[in-house]
């Protein structure tokens, strides 16, 4: 009697594995791109607080608030490749929006406004909706 795998055997586990790894790479991509999404919400929804306190500080305008400081702090803390829209009022400087396209389904895209508003939107809205409030 011999002792040891068949070649069919060994084949039939190296699939195994080879299938098991594919799914949970799958997974795993997923999940990373989930974590890249909530960061992507948790450094635009901070800049609505900051863009009152600049609102405040500058005299009850939000000109040049999307080349302010904390907003390029805020989108240099997000993942790499990520595209960022922010735009002002040009007429009043009395609003503002951000959006940024997501990453677990590109189809979507986060964005915050002056009006405190923090949503998910449609991708394809994502620059119409921050080039309403110009």
């Known amino acids: 009697m011999q002792k040891g795998f068949t070649l069919i055997e060994l084949l039939v586990v190296i699939a195994i594995i080879g299938v ?6 799958f997974a795993i991509t997923q999940y990373i ?7 992507i919400a948790g450094n ?3 800049l ?3 863009g009152e306190v600049f609102y405040n500080i500058s005299g009850g305008s939000y ?3 999307c080349n302010s400081d904390v907003v390029k702090n805020a989108i240099s803390q997000m993942p790499i490749n990520t595209v960022v ?25 986060f964005c915050v406004d002056s009006r405190g508003v923090k949503k998910e939107i449609e991708n394809s809205d994502c620059v119409n909706t921050v080039a309403a409030t110009a």
């Open 20 to 25: 098991l790894s594919g799914i949970i790479l």
């Open 33 to 39: 791109n989930k974590g890249k999404d909530s960061n």
């Open 44 to 46: 635009l929804a901070v």
């Open 48 to 50: 609505v607080p900051a």
């Open 63 to 65: 000109d040049n608030f």
């Open 85 to 109: 829209y922010c735009s002002v009022d040009d007429d009043t400087g009395q609003k503002w929006a951000a959006c940024a396209k997501l990453f677990g389904n590109s189809d979507s895209a």
